[in-house]
């Protein structure tokens, strides 16, 4: 079983930035996958990293603006988001998955919880 706990939603500025982090608990040798969900519209793949953190992958409409990244002494994956738009207000989950890191939510096992990330104009 694994644990993710997320934190660093919030509201910010179009402009602005923002750092989330999910902080992972149990069996930590995972992928991690960030996702993004608007109320009435399908969960979207946001960015992901190997458990041992040499891969990652965006989704074309935050390549350039967000970095995620590891620390796995702290068992924690951070999603770095710069140049926010309105249009990244979202809840955003982190999720885990042993294996390779993949797009499609359904190939994660373990949710986080999902923080609300506000961008106002």
């Known amino acids: 079983q694994v644990q993710l706990v997320e934190s660093g939603g919030g509201l910010v500025q179009a402009g602005g930035s923002l750092r989330l982090s999910c902080a992972a608990s149990?069996?930590?040798?995972?992928?991690v996958g960030w996702f993004r969900q608007v109320l009435g519209k399908e969960r979207e793949f946001v960015a992901a990293i190997s458990w041992n953190g040499r891969n990652t992958d965006y989704a074309d409409s935050v390549k350039g603006r967000f970095t995620i990244s590891r620390d796995n002494a702290r068992n924690t994956v951070y999603l770095q988001m710069y140049s926010l738009k309105r249009e990244d207000t979202a809840l955003y989950y982190c999720a885990a998955r042993p294996g390779l890191a993949t797009k499609p939510p359904a190939s994660y096992d373990y949710w986080g919880q999902g923080p609300q990330v506000t961008v106002s104009s």
């Open positions: 149990g069996r930590t040798c995972n992928a």
